[in-house]
């Protein structure tokens, strides 16, 4: 009897897996948006295992069709100051011997931020739009009515009013 239950529960999770429809999957561009004071924040980030860094575009892959219930897991590299090391130390020119000693410190003080969210919802896929905002939050956008409506008739600033429009609350965690 022990042994039949584990092939009993094996069975139940296979006809199960047999009765999930097939996901079409289509192939999407990420952008990095960065809205922080300094443009130069974000190093690199990726929607569910697939991004870009700062600069560069690449690509991923959603559902054809948006479907309730997924989940989209956004992972990024955070410069926290950008052109200056501990002790406000300025970054020398990138021609001298000096450069990449200083180069290995700033980027030893990286950090890393993850977070799983519910997929947004999505009719007509403009690319994978992951924009970042103060206070180390994301906002991940793909319709391209939403879109629209983010960035739209901007009138500068820009960063600050796109924040507004995705909701974005004015004062950070400490």
Not at 154 to 161: S, T
């Amino acid at each position: 009897m022990l042994k039949i239950i584990p092939l009993l529960g094996l069975l139940i999770c296979l006809s199960a897996c047999s009765s999930t429809p097939d996901i079409e999957y289509v192939g999407t561009a990420v952008r990095i948006i960065d809205t922080n004071k300094n443009y130069y924040t974000i190093v690199s980030a990726t929607f569910n295992g697939a991004g870009a860094d700062r600069g560069n575009v690449c690509c991923t892959s959603i559902p054809r069709h948006w479907m309730p219930g997924t989940t989209a897991t956004i992972e990024w590299v955070k410069d926290p100051s950008p052109k200056y090391n501990p002790g406000q130390i300025p970054m020398p020119s990138s021609d001298s011997k000096e450069w990449k000693q200083w180069y290995e410190i700033h980027a030893a003080n990286y950090t890393k931020h993850s977070v799983t969210i519910p997929m947004p919802e999505y009719k007509n896929s403009a690319g994978v739009h992951l924009i970042f905002l103060p206070c180390d939050e994301v906002r991940v956008v793909i319709d391209s009515k939403e879109l629209g409506r983010v960035f739209g008739n901007l009138v500068g600033p820009y960063n600050q009013a796109i924040q507004e429009r995705l909701g974005f609350k004015k004062e950070c965690k400490e």
